[in-house]
């Protein structure tokens, strides 16, 4: 369980986030959604610990997470960020086998190379295991990048945009994946854009506007058409199927 | 049981470090059988193993054991250093083009070690010049990283240009003190035969001042490896993978420092070493850092090593000095990496 409360950062003069408020239960894939520029790296960032200059606080398990250390916070919660730049060739496995570093700590055990390969074959890259990331295409390199949240043993996997660069097959996947390892026990959150996959996949999900925490909570309550006009400021019609379900169009 | 995976790469990593290392012999054995005199590790193995009142070329084994020797151990463990300083830079600047001479390590080193030599206090401390090197080394290092650190994702020209300001700044004053010098001829004959670099006249005393230094800096790189090979994805992912970032830059700046200085205040400069080594290397055995530095390290000598064979045999019996025929060929070799230069992602 993720609580922030009360949660703001400034840069200089500018808010970036206003008092935000959110929990995110445990086992739940929780997406957070809003226009460029409203705030959700930040919000991640905050969360896993890479942006300290906050008020408010996060309690994680309801522990404070700034007084977690370097150690524990790395084997509670793994970070995958949009941009990667990786300056040298190293293969999809050993990039996947480093991301296990906190439980290797450099001296990578059969048990690192199995979840790495186990992880990367999910993604479906079990053929480009053993060719470098620079030789990839951009949808590969993602998904290589993506195979460390797979590897991982944190419970807590956060990710800052996760979909950039996919194309739609690979994206529906990777939201399945999502969905199934909150179901297996781990706590998946996620900035993204796509509104139909997020309706699809998310268990929960939270709106954020210029700073400022728009609606949040389980899907079905917080994907309504009132929220989606406030936050993106676009028209949104909502129609019902033959069976009676709920489509926004936008 | 081990993974295939593990087996595998184990059995490469063993044939390449296996390959390095038989031809940094070869050259060690090379290196010690040319020269202006005609000696040979027979006349060596004669000498140790018969009686030493019987042989006949007196001067021979004297050759090999007080000239020849020492002077391919020097060169092999200075290339050894720079290679794994170029290593270790290129990682922590997460740029295939940080070196010590692009950075202006050696630059410093060079400087604070001419004034040095310029206030006469050289002849006190056999450690006086390492030591003056070192803190060259290390100011301009973390002067260079902190000026990049600034600038946003760490972009290639600002480094490059940070170090070509840095280190022409440091070759000016360089040349200042020299020629401030210059009255008093032999202190300038001296310092500008060391600055030049090289191997002549470098014996056992040169590798009683290097070899600590030397073995203290490989050591530090080798545990530094581990974390260095995480910094691929940057600081941040870094961090959260439970690498402690401000204590990696700090102990690899000065393990960089400590090779390089100390490498710089026995041999000049030697530029470039510690570019192309490490650059042909990687394309060789892939960028996992320790392999990475073991090999660069072990190919880092054997070129030094027949680059110094090289300067002193090519127009024999008068040598050139091995840091221009580095620069010789380094400096085109730089050219082409920065011509060759794939976009990143």
Redesign the interface.
């Known amino acids: 369980m993720i609580a922030c409360t009360n949660l703001s950062v400034s840069k200089k003069e500018f808010s970036i986030l206003n008092h935000v408020n959110i929990n995110i239960p445990d086992r739940s894939f929780y997406t957070i959604l809003g226009p460029n520029g409203s705030g959700k790296t930040t919000l991640l960032?905050c969360i896993?610990?890479?942006n300290q200059e906050y008020s408010g606080t996060i309690k994680i398990n309801k522990e404070d997470a700034k007084t977690f250390d370097?150690?524990k916070?790395?084997?509670n919660?793994?970070?995958i960020?949009e941009?990667?730049?990786?300056?040298?060739?190293?293969?999809a496995?050993?990039?996947t086998v480093?991301?296990r570093?906190?439980w290797h700590?450099?001296?990578?055990k059969?048990i690192d190379?199995?979840k790495a390969?186990e992880a990367l074959a999910i993604l479906d890259l079990q053929k480009k295991q053993n060719q470098s990331?620079?030789s990839m295409s951009?949808g590969e390199?993602k998904k290589t990048l993506l195979a460390r949240a797979l590897a991982s043993e944190a419970e807590i996997i956060i990710l800052d945009e996760p979909l950039a660069n996919l194309d739609l097959a690979a994206a529906k996947k990777v939201c399945n994946i999502f969905r199934k390892l909150s179901e297996e026990g781990k706590t998946i959150v996620a900035s993204l854009h796509d509104l139909s996959l997020t309706y699809r996949f998310a268990t929960h999900c939270a709106f954020l506007k210029a700073g400022i925490l728009v609606s949040s909570g389980v899907k079905e309550s917080v994907f309504v058409a009132n929220n989606i006009e406030n936050t993106y400021e676009v028209n949104v019609e909502t129609v019902y199927d033959s069976n009676g379900l709920p489509h926004l169009i936008y | 049981?081990?993974?295939p995976?593990?087996k595998r790469n184990k059995t490469t990593t063993r044939n390449a470090i296996l390959l390095s290392s038989i031809i940094c012999i070869i050259s060690f054995i090379l290196a010690i059988s040319f020269g202006s005199s005609s000696s040979n590790l027979a006349d060596l193995f004669q000498y140790i193993l018969s009686d030493t009142t019987a042989h006949s070329n007196e001067s021979a084994p004297l050759i090999l054991m007080t000239i020849r020797i020492p002077r391919a151990l020097l060169a092999g463990l200075c290339g050894a250093a720079l290679a794994a300083a170029g290593v270790i830079s290129q990682g922590l600047f997460?740029?295939?083009l940080a070196s010590p001479t692009i950075l202006g390590t050696s630059s410093g080193a060079t400087l604070t070690a001419a004034v040095v030599f310029y206030l006469g206090t050289a002849n006190n401390h056999w450690l006086t010049i390492p030591i003056a090197a070192f803190f060259g080394a290390i100011f301009s290092t973390s002067f260079v990283f902190n000026l990049a650190k600034k600038t946003v994702?760490w972009d290639i020209e600002h480094l490059l240009l940070t170090g070509v300001a840095l280190s022409s700044l440091f070759g000016a004053l360089t040349s200042l003190i020299i020629s401030l010098s210059l009255e008093d001829y032999q202190k300038t004959a001296a310092t500008m035969h060391w600055m030049l670099g090289g191997f002549s006249a470098r014996g056992w005393e040169h590798i009683k001042i290097a070899i600590f230094p030397f073995i203290i800096g490989l050591i530090l790189t080798f545990k530094l490896?581990?974390?260095l090979?995480?910094l691929?994805?940057?600081e941040?992912?870094a961090?959260?993978?439970?690498?402690?970032i401000a204590q990696l830059r700090k102990k690899s700046i000065l393990a960089i420092s400590l090779l390089v200085g100390t490498s710089v205040s026995v041999a000049g400069a030697l530029p470039f070493i510690g570019l192309v080594i490490p650059h042909i290397t990687?394309k060789l055995v892939?960028?996992?850092q320790k392999r990475l530095l073991l090999i660069s390290a072990l190919n880092g000598a054997s070129i030094t090593i027949l680059a110094d064979l090289i300067a002193r045999t090519i127009r024999s019996p008068l040598e050139f000095e091995v840091g221009i025929l580095t620069s010789l060929l380094g400096a085109p070799f730089f050219l082409w990496i920065i011509l060759s230069r794939?976009p990143?992602?």
């Open positions: 960032k896993c610990g890479l370097e150690e916070l790395s084997k919660i793994t970070w960020p941009h990667l730049n990786i300056p040298f060739e190293y293969t496995l050993e990039l480093l991301g570093f906190p700590q450099g001296h990578p059969m190379y199995e390969i990331i620079q951009s390199q | 049981m081990t993974h995976y593990i997460r740029n295939p994702n490896s581990g974390p090979n995480v691929v994805f940057g941040e992912v961090k959260n993978l439970s690498v402690n990687r892939g960028p996992e794939k990143l992602i």
